[in-house]
């Protein structure tokens, strides 16, 4: 099973992949899939972050 860590550096990497993806794609390919790439892992990062510090602070008790 995954840490919460390594969930949060699967959302980075998949986020940064999607930006480039985002930047790098020529205006000929008009394709929305990079822009819900990054929503969706910007999503996950935010879900993670605010999961991971409630079981944090359940793990101090």
């Given at each position: 099973m995954l840490t919460a860590?390594?969930?949060?550096t699967i959302y980075s990497v998949l986020c940064f992949?999607?930006?480039c993806s985002l930047v790098m794609k020529t205006?000929?390919?008009p394709?929305?899939?990079?822009?819900?790439g990054v929503i969706a892992s910007i999503s996950g990062?935010?879900?993670e972050m605010h999961l991971w510090q409630?079981?944090?602070e359940?793990?101090?008790h």
């Open positions: 860590l390594d969930r949060l992949i999607s930006f205006p000929a390919e394709s929305l899939m990079p822009l819900l990062l935010w879900l409630g079981s944090s359940e793990q101090k």
